[in-house]
């Protein structure tokens, strides 16, 4: 639409959620899709296969910077942007909030509650695929424990049924 404000569209919740699933159906739709895992991946290998996993948190600090400066760059320019990264704090999605609205921005903050098993089952089905960011379940459960889920941020649950069934997983690249 024109004259429209851009929106950044921010995701919250665990790895095998649906995220990047959705972040690449909003990508369909116009929104330009920022993802911190891929950049992670593309320079630094797999997590857990490549590099070590307890390297994690630093190799993210080290993209994010990064991938936050190009949301700045798209937005200024008038474009929609989906931050494809699991913003676990409230403080981390409360900062983008601001500077979505700093820049003249909508914001919508989607969530992706969804239970242990099957975060583990899709997690499972991801590394058989060789696809993604590993995360063992020692990893999930330490992402789990120092995640806050958002709880009157605003926040839309992600619609009902998401990943689409028979979806549970990224298209192949």
Do not use: N
């Not at 403080?91 to 979505?100: F, G, S, V």
């Not at 609205?101 to 992706?112: D, E, I, N, S």
């Not at 899709?122 to 120092?146: D, F, M, Y």
């Amino acid at each position: 639409m024109r004259g429209s404000k851009p929106v950044v569209h921010l995701l919250s919740g665990l790895p095998g959620a649906g995220k990047t699933t959705y972040a690449r159906e909003l990508e369909r739709e116009g929104a330009v899709r920022l993802s911190v895992d891929e950049r992670v991946v593309a320079r630094y290998g797999r997590l857990g296969v490549d590099c070590p996993e307890a390297e994690h948190l630093a190799l993210l600090e080290s993209v994010v910077g990064e991938v936050r400066a190009e949301l700045v760059e798209l937005v200024g320019a008038g474009r929609s942007v989906v931050l494809d990264h699991g913003l676990g704090t409230r403080a981390e999605r409360d900062e983008y909030k601001r500077l979505a609205v700093g820049l003249g921005a909508r914001w919508r903050l989607w969530h992706f509650p969804v239970e242990r098993p099957e975060l583990l089952r899709r997690l499972a089905a991801r590394e058989a695929q060789g696809e993604g960011v590993r995360i063992s379940p020692g990893a999930l459960t330490w992402i789990a424990e120092h995640s806050e889920e958002p709880h009157g941020e605003g926040e839309e649950r992600a619609p009902d049924q998401w990943p689409p069934r028979g979806r549970s997983q990224p298209p192949s690249r």
